[in-house]
């Protein structure tokens, strides 16, 4: 085996192993975004399930609506973080109108971490 060749299968090693860093990181920035989207989603099941059982209609305002939805024994054990190192936001004490959510992430004004649809949430 010459020199040559040798380096020619270091550069061929070199380039895969570089793909492979790319691919991963590709796939744990989608992993991400699906963690966090079904964190906003499991959120807004509980303001929903809260609202429905408690007789309140979206639009009201409702004092201290975090702590009924989120805490232990409530429809959310914890507040949820987000995977991406973003943060979430709430609407307060107000519960949101249809096709709105409650909480929000603030890696969604990059595009990511938001979800296309959120009527039927």
């Given at each position: ?10 550069l061929?090693?070199?380039t ?32 929903r ?7 309140h ?11 009924e ?29 249809l ?13 990511a ?9």
């Open positions: 085996m010459t020199l040559l060749e040798l380096t020619v299968v270091i061929v090693l070199l895969l192993i570089s793909v492979l860093f790319i691919g991963a990181n590709a796939w744990k920035n989608g992993s991400d975004r699906v963690l966090c989207i079904l964190n906003l989603q499991s959120v807004q099941k509980g303001v399930s809260y609202s429905n059982l408690s007789g209609n979206p639009g009201e305002t409702v004092s201290g609506l975090q702590s939805i989120i805490g232990l024994g409530r429809y959310v054990e914890v507040m949820p973080e987000c995977p991406g190192h973003g943060n979430y936001s709430t609407t307060g004490d107000l519960i949101p109108p096709g709105s959510l409650y909480l929000g992430c603030s890696l969604a004004t990059t595009g971490h938001e979800p296309s649809n959120v009527e039927e949430w």
